[in-house]
């Protein structure tokens, strides 16, 4: 762990302590105190949401905001901050086969998982009553004012999710070689998800429930949720095995060619580096790592023959083997999930200065995504043995690159590659 990461995280650690004592210190002075048994049943609700998460994107949803939020406007921010903190120390949570839970989780992850709640808690309450004040919070209050629950629910969600994304983009830049406004941006959209759009209505709905018809309630509410979860892995699933068949597609691809085994799925470990230090869209970087493990597709209409051949290609066969570009782009045009990647594989040989195949392409004509995977073919050919001559070595290969800076290579993509070989990330 970097000095830079151990600072960032001790100063989360006195932060979520000196912020639960100022809380706890203001709930004592509460008239209504919360009953224990609700706090272990919301604490219970908070563990099971929390344990239910769904693997999307890079980051994963759970519908455990919704107690979170529920708990905010029962009983305030003191009594949520100690069920949401113990939601994430005690979550079982699942990572490929194996079952991830606070006995086999690095000490420091938890508690930063629990701290950064009690500040998310407190500081989004805190903004939020600034602009909204809350008159009471309904832990059975008699009467329900809908206003006085939606206003701060909207607002308390929004800034949750805010402070959140700021904390844990805060911890990944003093981890990782991207900016805090990289990451910042990456998860905003997410959280902003799972808050907003999935938690926020959920949450209230709980609340009001649960000041209706306690804990029974309560808990014939969550067995929709809980179809609704399982429905929502479902398509998740769905993704998962579209990414399994084009691996699948591409290692069966690179097996025809005996000299390019490993090669799409390199390829798109380096085109996925390139597209991420640019700071490419969530979007852009998936569509880039498909197309690039799919880029070579079109070798399946070109005879074995001809890809194997031990030596030179003569003119003629070297243009049969071109034409996998736009064999490649046949065979993926019409499937729709795979739409976006369709000009990455018919113009991945196109070149900067428009002396590529097969179009001819030049300068902005050609996508910026097109060049990431480009660049990254042309380094893994040339790192690999060929036919005709044995692999380069790496500091020939970096000149040539830059050397083919606004020639071959789009001048961008040449120095984020190389910048992420001088700082060893590739
Ligand atoms: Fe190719």
């Known amino acids: 762990m970097g000095k830079q990461t151990k600072i960032y995280l001790g100063f989360i650690y006195i932060l979520g302590s000196a912020l639960l004592y100022y809380l706890f210190k203001g709930y004592t002075l509460l008239d209504v105190q919360v009953s224990s048994l609700h706090i272990a049943f919301f604490m219970a609700l908070a563990i099971v949401t929390e344990s239910l998460q769904v693997g999307y994107r890079d980051t994963s949803i759970s519908i455990g905001f919704a ?23 005690f979550r079982i949570t699942k990572k490929g086969d194996q079952r991830v839970h606070f006995l086999n989780t690095p000490w420091f992850k938890s508690l930063f998982n629990a ?16 602009i909204y004040p809350v008159p009471q919070y309904l832990y059975f209050s008699e009467t ?39 990451y910042f941006k990456e998860l905003i959209g997410m959280t902003f998800l799972s808050t907003l759009s999935i938690g926020m209505f959920l949450g209230l709905i709980l609340s009001v429930l649960f000041n209706s018809l306690g804990v029974t ?28 068949t ?61 890809l194997n051949k ?85 500091e020939k290969i970096l000149s040539i690159i830059a050397e083919e800076r606004g020639f071959q290579f789009h001048p961008n993509v040449v120095d984020v590659f190389l910048s992420l070989k001088k700082d060893g990330t590739l």
């Open 310 to 394: 031990p030596g030179r290609l003569n003119e003629e066969e070297y243009k049969i083997c071109q034409r996998h570009a736009e064999i490649g782009h046949s065979i993926v045009h019409g499937i729709s999930y795979l739409n976006k990647c369709e000009e990455i594989i018919r113009s991945h040989h196109e070149r900067y200065d428009g002396k590529g195949y097969p179009d001819g392409l030049a300068g902005d004509k050609i996508a910026l995504e097109t060049y990431v995977v480009a660049l990254a073919d042309a380094y893994d050919a040339m790192s690999s043995d060929r036919p005709y001559r044995t692999a380069l070595p790496e």
């Open 217 to 244: 309630g309560s808990l014939l509410f969550f067995l929709p949720i809980l179809y609704a979860r399982y429905t929502f892995k479902l398509y998740v699933d769905m993704k998962d095995a579209y990414l399994v």
């Open 144 to 182: 329900v004012d809908f206003m006085n629950l939606l206003i701060p629910g909207v607002f308390y969600s929004s800034f949750f999710a805010v402070i959140n994304a700021a904390l844990v983009g805060g911890l990944f830049s003093t981890m990782a070689p991207n900016s805090f406004k990289h």
């Open 67 to 89: 107690v979170n939020l529920a708990a905010y406007t029962l009983f305030g921010p003191f009594v949520t901050a100690i069920i949401v903190s113990v939601g994430f120390l």
């Open 246 to 306: 084009i691996r699948a597609l591409a290692s069966s691809m690179d097996a025809k060619d005996h000299y390019t085994l490993g090669h799409s799925e390199r390829v798109s470990e380096y085109s996925e580096a390139i597209a991420r230090k640019m700071n490419l869209g969530y979007d852009e970087v998936e569509n880039i790592r498909t197309a690039a493990l799919l880029h070579d597709i079109g070798k399946i209409g070109v005879p074995d023959t001809i």
């Open 115 to 130: 701290m950064n709640m009690i500040i998310c808690v407190f500081l989004a309450s805190l903004f939020s009553e600034f």
